[in-house]
C-alpha cells in the first residue's frame, strides 16, 4: 500500500468522498457560471443524488415503388429529391416546430427508411436539417449588410458562456481523483471532460496529461453509473472546475472529488 508523507494512506485518500455528496462542502462552495435555469443551479449537481447541475450554453409515397421491386438506392434517391423536400418545406422558416409535429415528421422518416430497407438513422434527422438549414439562413443575412431582412434582426449582444462547473473543498486539499454521474431523470450527461485547478481561486492550471497536453477524461455513458478518474499525480489545491467538452444532449454532471485536507496528510 502506498504512504503519504505523512500518517494517511495514499490508497485512503485516493477513494475518500471530500464532501459534495455527503454535503460537508456547502451549497455555497460550489458554484457555475451559466445555470440553464432555478433547477439546475450548481448546488444540485452532487454525487449520488436525484438532482443535477445542467449548463445552459447547445418522412408514403415510397410504397408503391417498393413493390415494384426497385432496388434500395433508387428509392433512397426517390425520397431524398422529391418526399423528404417536401417535408421541408420552408424549413429555414420552421426552424423551431412543435414537439408534436416534430415527432409526426420523424416518424415519416423511419417508415420511409423501413420501406426503402435501410436504418433510419443513416440518415440526418429532419430536425438536425432544419436546424442546419435555419442557421444557413440567418448566416447569409448577417453577412450581407444589404439584405431586406437585417431591418428584422434584433441588436446583437455579446454574451459568453462558459461551460465549467467550479467546487470550493473548502481548504488546501490534496486531489486524486473525481466521480461523475448524468442527469438522474433524463437522458443527458458529459462524455469527456477536462479539469482544472487553483489554489486562490483567480488562477487556475489545467490538468495535462503524459504528453503536456490538456488531459481529457472519459466521462459518462448514461445517466446513472458512476465513472471514477484517478489522477496520475494527486493535486494540492483548494478549487476544482470541470469542463465538459462533449456530451449526450446536454452537458450534465454530478460531481464527487476524492482526496484529503493536506492537514490530515
Known amino acids: 500500500m502506498g504512504m503519504s508523507t505523512g500518517t ?7 477513494t475518500r468522498r471530500m464532501g459534495m455528496s455527503t454535503r460537508v462542502i456547502p451549497d455555497d462552495s460550489v458554484t457555475s457560471a451559466t445555470p440553464y435555469d ?17 449548463a445552459r450554453s447547445m418522412n408514403m409515397d415510397a410504397v408503391w ?4 421491386g426497385l432496388p434500395s438506392d433508387l428509392l433512397l434517391n426517390v425520397y431524398v429529391s422529391f418526399i423528404r423536400p417536401i417535408m421541408e418545406y420552408a424549413s429555414p422558416v420552421l426552424g423551431g416546430l412543435p414537439k408534436t ?33 435555419s442557421v444557413r439562413e440567418l448566416r447569409r443575412i448577417l453577412d450581407d449588410p444589404t439584405h431586406p431582412c437585417r431591418q428584422f434582426l434584433p441588436p446583437v449582444v455579446k454574451t459568453a458562456y462558459s461551460l465549467r462547473r467550479h467546487v ?10 473525481v466521480i461523475t454521474q448524468g442527469r438522474p ?15 486562490d481561486g483567480g488562477n487556475w492550471t489545467t490538468y495535462a496529461d503524459t504528453d503536456g497536453s ?10 446513472s453509473s458512476p465513472v471514477y478518474n484517478f489522477l496520475d499525480s494527486p493535486v494540492t489545491t483548494r478549487h476544482v472546475q470541470f469542463h465538459p467538452r462533449t456530451y449526450q444532449s446536454r452537458p450534465v454532471m454530478r460531481v464527487e472529488v476524492l482526496g484529503c485536507p493536506t492537514e490530515m496528510l
Open 214 to 223: 490538456d488531459k481529457l477524461f472519459q466521462g459518462n455513458y448514461d445517466r
Open 168 to 177: 470550493d473543498l473548502g481548504q488546501e486539499s490534496r486531489v486524486y481523483g
Open 185 to 199: 431523470d433524463y437522458g443527458q450527461w458529459a462524455r469527456t471532460y477536462k479539469l482544472s485547478f487553483s489554489t
Open 101 to 133: 409535429l416534430s415527432s409526426e415528421l420523424e416518424k415519416i422518416q423511419k417508415l420511409c427508411c423501413k420501406l426503402i430497407g435501410i436504418e433510419h438513422h443513416k440518415l440526418p434527422t429532419l430536425q438536425s436539417r432544419r436546424h442546419e438549414a
Open 8 to 14: 494517511i494512506p495514499d490508497d485512503f485518500c485516493r
Open 38 to 54: 432555478h433547477r439546475f443551479v450548481a448546488a444540485n449537481g452532487r454525487f449520488g443524488t436525484n438532482r443535477s447541475w445542467l
Open 65 to 68: 415503388l417498393k413493390r415494384a
